[in-house]
């Protein structure tokens, strides 16, 4: 089992940045890979990021790759979404996920078994 908190949402404008971090608890955390979903008004839940049990593998959807930077710290059981140069499509609710299933990160939201309860990020243009 593996629970998990995210914190970090919040207002932004266009062009700045905003970090989410999310907090595990359970001893799974440590074997299973994480990753950060949005949910846009009236869209699916979307990928956005992994990161494999180790930390060493991440994965980026295409339209965050080179402005969103993964990481997680095992001694710590967090995992970090640092987003920089925000545009207004970002606006979502990002969700913290974990999979005990697989060590690398996936894109497919039903390998996830464990989920946040989502925070809200804003983009102003």
């Known amino acids: 089992q593996v629970q998990l908190v995210e914190d970090g949402g919040g207002l932004v404008q266009a062009g700045g940045s905003l970090s989410l971090s999310c907090a595990a608890s359970?001893?799974?955390?440590?074997?299973?890979?994480m990753g950060w979903f949005r949910r846009a008004p009236g869209k699916e839940r979307d990928f956005v990021a992994g990161?494999?049990?180790?930390?060493?593998?991440?994965r980026y959807a295409d339209s965050v790759k080179d402005r969103f930077t993964i990481s997680r710290d095992n001694a710590k059981k967090t995992v970090v979404l640092q987003m920089a140069s925000l545009k207004p499509e970002d606006t979502a609710v990002y969700y913290c996920?974990?999979?005990?299933?697989?060590?690398?990160?996936?894109?497919?939201?039903?390998?996830?078994?464990?989920w946040g309860q989502g925070t809200q990020v804003t983009v102003s243009s």
């Open positions: 996920a974990a999979s005990a299933t697989f060590a690398t990160p996936q894109s497919n939201r039903n390998s996830y078994a464990y």
């Open positions: 990161v494999s049990q180790s930390g060493s593998i991440t």
């Open positions: 359970g001893r799974a955390f440590s074997t299973a890979s």
